[in-house]
């Protein structure tokens, strides 16, 4: 006989309908073509919406509580990032909350479905078919119950998965890393808006939440910052490793507090 343990990955639990009042705003054209917070690139013709907290993916109506219009958006990007401002909605959206001359309107937001819990989760594990060789037969003579015991049995164990050495990283400038403060680590800063999503999703499937930063140099040429924000400082080693793993070899380290 042959024992095999198995992880499978476990289904969230549900939480209550989100809702929300406080101000909206839109943004237009201007932002097109350029990657959202989720990496998804922004388009003003299409229903979404940039939201502080929620996850990336989660349905909202939002409804205009002067005219009471509605209109259902998908997250993709972190904002706004106004004081009393709630969401920033793409002007397609804007455009069917009748919204667009005012530039915010008082709005209520609701969650279509019920959110998700976060929980950590394992994929099935599919193991290779042990040969003949692998698994031997165990026989066994039977006692009698008062004295019988349970008989061994061989358990087959796949062969450890080899993981990659971590590039080492190089942060610069050399800073000596306080424990209980919060760093931010940039790891480049692109011209081409799909350089910067390359650099994020690398980012993303080492396991670690990386974010942009826009800005605009002294000849107002637009660049996107790829960075990983608010690592503690015990965390700024493994932070680097992941970095690492991704294929960055250097990144730019700064204090946030």
């Known amino acids: ?10 289904q969230a639990q549900e939480t209550e309908i989100f809702r929300q009042e406080g101000i909206a705003s839109w943004y237009g054209k201007e932002f097109d073509g350029r990657p959202t917070a989720s990496g998804e690139i922004f388009d003003s013709s299409q229903l979404t919406a940039a939201h502080p907290s929620l996850p990336f993916g989660t349905v909202l109506v ?6 009471n219009k509605k209109v259902t958006v998908k997250v993709n990007d972190r904002g706004p990032f106004v004081a009393a401002r709630i969401i920033d909605i793409s002007k397609a959206a804007a455009e069917q909350l009748d919204m667009i001359s005012t530039g915010t309107a008082p709005v209520s937001i609701e969650s279509v479905d019920k959110l998700a819990l976060t929980r950590t989760v394992v994929e099935p594990v599919s193991a ?17 119950a008062s004295t019988a015991v349970t008989p061994s049995v061989n ?3 796949p ?9 080492q990283v ?5 800073i ?3 424990q209980n403060k919060s760093y931010r680590l940039q790891v480049g800063s692109y011209k081409i808006a799909k350089n910067a999503v390359d650099a994020f999703e690398r980012l993303k499937n080492a396991g670690l939440n990386p974010a942009y930063e826009r800005f605009t140099d002294g000849a107002n040429s637009e660049f996107f910052r790829v960075v ?6 015990t965390d700024v080693q493994s932070t680097a490793d992941k970095i690492g793993t991704a294929g960055f070899k250097e990144a730019i380290i700064r204090e946030e507090n």
């Open 1 to 10: 006989m042959m024992v095999l343990f198995v992880p499978y990955r476990l």
């Open 62 to 67: 939002v409804t205009n509580r002067h005219n």
């Open 128 to 144: 290779p078919k042990p040969s003949q060789e692998t698994v031997q037969q165990q026989t066994y003579t039977p006692v009698p």
């Open 155 to 157: 358990i087959y164990t």
């Open 159 to 167: 062969p450890p998965v080899a993981v990659p050495v971590s590039y």
């Open 170 to 174: 190089r942060l610069t400038p050399e």
């Open 176 to 178: 000596n890393v306080v």
């Open 228 to 233: 990983v924000a608010g690592v503690h400082g």
